[in-house]
């Protein structure tokens, strides 16, 4: 499975490595218990096969574009005081 070997680039204790892993792990597993798209969309529980097949494609891109920034690693500046406030402005 392509995903898992782009999340294998990520560390091991990368929070969003373990979840994923585990997800498309579950959901793999029961690719391979049916032949019978209805049983395994009932299964996955997520909609239509080619709904969670444009999830998969999804998520493959974020993995990979977390692998390219490394969005595991420190900043590289302190944020903004004011990032998780809205609305966005200065007070008390």
Known sequence: VRILRVLELMPKD???RQTTEQIVKERFAHVNSTDDIQ???EKIGMGQIEEVI????NELEAA????HYKAW????EAPDE???RW???PGP
């Open 14 to 16: 990368y929070p969003y």
């Open 82 to 84: 004011y990032q998780w």
């Open 87 to 89: 609305p966005i402005a």
């Open 73 to 76: 690693e420190p900043l590289v």
């Open 39 to 41: 049983i395994l969309e």
């Open 54 to 57: 444009e999830q998969a494609l």
């Open 64 to 67: 990979r574009t977390l692998v």
